[in-house]
């Protein structure tokens, strides 16, 4: 009984240090891009025309293995998506994209949030009409 209780002391301790060692996640890189191509983003934007297709929202993370991010994506202030990211190694490349030409001119806001909901980037993009 004195080993399960000892056992279950340890644990208690070391899951704290557990998750303080996955460490905290940070942005060190984040772009609007109309493509990726090798993992890396190609076509960096920050205003496109109605009717375009496909816009993707690139990060670069360090010191987050283990733990998960979320795109949060606004359409004029309104979410229209969140997407989890896992992180898989304390230097990481993800990201999440979303289809856009069904939307009017306005402002396409992305936020990559930690797990607690704590804003690490974000990036605005403006859609206009064609001339």
């Known amino acids: 009984m004195k080993r399960i209780i000892l056992s279950l002391m340890i644990l208690a301790l070391v899951t704290p240090l557990a998750a303080l060692a996955a460490g905290t996640p940070e942005v060190t890189r984040a772009v609007l891009c109309t493509a990726i191509v090798d993992r890396e983003p190609v076509g960096a934007v920050e205003t496109i025309t109605t009717g375009e297709q496909t816009v993707f929202f ?3 993370i360090t010191n987050g293995a283990g733990s998960t991010i979320s795109h949060r994506w606004l359409y004029n202030g309104t979410e229209m998506a969140s997407v989890p990211l896992k992180i898989g190694a ?9 289809q856009v030409w069904h939307l009017l ?27």
């Not at 304390?90 to 979303?98: G, H, I, L, M, Q």
């Open 58 to 60: 690139f990060n670069e």
């Open 90 to 98: 304390d230097r990481w490349r993800t990201w999440s994209s979303k």
């Open 105 to 131: 001119p306005g402002e396409l806001k992305v936020q990559a949030l930690d797990e607690t909901g704590v804003v690490l980037a974000e990036q605005v993009l403006t859609i206009t009409d064609k001339p």
